[in-house]
């Protein structure tokens, strides 16, 4: 699964889920591997965080 689909498929769950997007804000890495199934590396760092209308993320893809 690319990171595209990976991300259409976090992002419609934790609408539709609130204690999958609990768990997803904790651990980020341990709820999409175990549960999304996403493969990362073990160097490999995931942080999501949520928007809110006072904070706004955006992320910037590496070049």
Known sequence: M???ELFEKMQE???N???F???LLKNAKETLEKE???K???DVKV???ESTPEHV???LPRA
């Open 57 to 59: 993320h955006f992320v």
């Open 21 to 23: 997007k609990e768990r």
């Open 40 to 42: 990362f590396d073990d």
């Open 17 to 19: 889920d609130s204690e």
């Open 47 to 49: 942080t999501v965080v």
């Open 2 to 4: 690319d990171m595209k």
């Open 13 to 15: 769950r934790a609408e």
């Open 36 to 38: 999304l199934g996403a």
